[in-house]
């Protein structure tokens, strides 16, 4: 109860192993891959995907966190958050916000307004405004893109 860990599920309706998986699940609990936390009245959370989460100087950081305290700044229609690498921390948070309406706010603007929000590890090093969040076909946010465009920006030296 209150902690953040891997949701794990298992029954006799769940898959006990994946074709041509002969160990099948440890002790017969399928892995999700969300991250979830249990609440008082036994209420599960979601938080994230565990692929998703960044582990910035050895602390977890959920992308999904950071994007909900940008979307809820008036001025941000969407947000999406990735991690990049970076030699000293391991991995540092970059956000993408496409705004209700160009020009409302700035990204040094939406920075501050995390920092209210947020512990100083979990800040994304750089809000980049874009007129729109990048998606998959499956019309999710593609992360694997916008880390590529994240990481081709710290290369540019516009990240920092």
């Keep these: 109860v209150g902690e953040v860990g891997e949701i794990r599920i298992r029954g006799p309706r769940v898959v006990s192993r994946y074709r041509g998986d002969a160990e099948g699940h440890p002790e017969g609990w399928l892995c999700t891959g969300d991250v979830g936390v249990l609440d008082e ?3 599960l959370t979601l938080v994230d995907r565990k692929k998703d989460m960044l582990i910035v ?3 977890n950081v959920y992308p999904r966190e950071v994007e909900e305290v940008l979307a809820r700044h008036p001025a941000v229609a969407e947000a999406a958050v990735v991690g990049i690498p970076d030699e000293r921390k391991g991995e540092v948070p970059v956000a993408f916000a496409m ?3 160009p020009g409302a706010v700035t990204g040094e603007e939406l920075l501050s307004f995390c920092a209210e929000h947020l512990v100083a590890y979990k800040l994304p090093q750089r809000v980049a405004l874009v007129d729109a969040i990048e ?3 499956a019309n999710k946010v593609d992360r694997k893109r916008l ?3 994240a990481i081709q920006m710290d290369a540019d030296g516009e990240i920092g």
């Design 41 to 43: 009245a036994g209420f």
């Design 57 to 59: 100087n050895g602390f």
């Design 99 to 101: 705004l209700r309406r």
């Design 135 to 137: 998606k998959t076909a």
């Design 147 to 149: 880390a590529q465009i």
